[in-house]
């Protein structure tokens, strides 16, 4: 079969494996790597890959063939865990963090996230759509392909269902693919401040099978923190969110470690998020449970501490992880998945591959996509990102610089 379009003469293709199952442990650290590569695409998917130049059989006489020597190519970057839709910002927050007030200190009096809820309630869809597509237009420049995207800034229904509308249209008008999560579950908003259960009730009773109903989300999550929600009380939303086909995802052990990772072993959450001040007996149980780790190191830059999630211990024993932004207006305020990667690096001593794997195949089992996405494997999209870089290594190497060259989104350049 003749290829529409083929990309030659890559100094590095990263091929990340995908045995059916998202790489774990060892795992991580392969993947095939073509030296002078081309990637073939038909009908916006990918056809074939190889090396030096292209098959004879795939070259016909409209097929357009473009040389990217000195450049290097992966599979589209996925950002698997992004707070996008959100009113305001928090830099007037900034002052505090660098006086020593801690995060979680913060929302007990009322800022973090219930600041942004005020802020959200108060924006209309016009308003968050334009600021949200702005979001994805930096991460598109910073090769992002596909992004999850949570609710949680409405915690009231009006609003989280115009947050989860905001992500469906961007869905269809933006380059970038959406992955919904229903996340009201994200603070306990101050009209029902001291009475955590009435406003579960409304989650559980109301709001979920709305969202259900009107097909606004694929996965749900919950903040399992100290201060915010209890280990129960995440159990009793994810196990009726479970019931009604939701696929889920909690935030467990980010500042402190309350019982969130054993509940995400029991359920069998498709991942656990941040994992920060994860225990030693916790990561077993995610290994054994194959429940992937989502790990933030923004984050934990972000908010100034040391605690980076200990990601080789996890890649020791067995785990799957991925890395990505969260991005958000409060804990990380950034869209720039390449530096997320390198802080991989430097603060998680993680190696290019492992990384790449990690943004890549593995990210796309984080959002249920990895049938379509991920990898270069024939059949999946051609979804591409092209760095100026010499070398993989490269991309760890020269950091805090947008190395992006070009995006394909389905076999078409969307940023060039
Ligand atoms: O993942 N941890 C909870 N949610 C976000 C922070 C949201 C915010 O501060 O606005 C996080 O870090
Ligand atoms: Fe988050």
Known sequence: MF???????????FCPNDPGHPLAGKEMAAATILEDGYIAIKDGKI?????????????????????????????????????????GSREHEFAQKLAGVSYLDILANGGGILSTVRATRKADFDTLYQ??????????????TTVEAKSGYGLDWETEKRQLEVVQKLHE?????????????????SEYKGNNQAYL?????SMLPQVKEENLAEFCDIFCEQGVFTAEEARSLL???KDMGFKLRIHADEIKSIGGVDL???LGTVSAEHLMVITDQGIDKLSQAKVIGNLLPATTFSLMEDTYAPARKMLDKGMAITLSTDSNPGSCPTANLQFVMQLGSFMMRLTPVEILNAVTINAAYSVDRQTHIGSFHPG?????????APNIDFLFYFFATNLTDQVYKKGLCVRG
């Open 3 to 13: 290829a529409d379009k083929i990309l030659t003469h890559f100094n590095q293709v």
């Open 47 to 87: 056809l074939a890959t190889g090396t030096g130049e292209p098959q004879a059989d795939l070259v016909g006489p409209e097929t357009i063939l473009l040389s990217y020597q000195g450049k290097v190519a992966t599979p589209g970057l996925i950002d698997c865990h992004t707070h996008l839709v959100y009113g």
């Open 380 to 388: 999946k999209a051609a979804d591409i990102t092209i760095f100026d």
């Open 173 to 189: 008008d933006h380059p970038i693919d959406l992955v919904s999560t229903f996340m009201a579950a994200h603070a306990i908003p």
């Open 239 to 241: 196990t009726k969110a």
């Open 264 to 266: 995400a072993a029991e």
């Open 201 to 205: 009730d409304l989650i559980i009773e």
């Open 131 to 144: 600021k949200s597509y702005r979001l994805l237009d930096y991460m598109l420049d910073h090769g992002v």
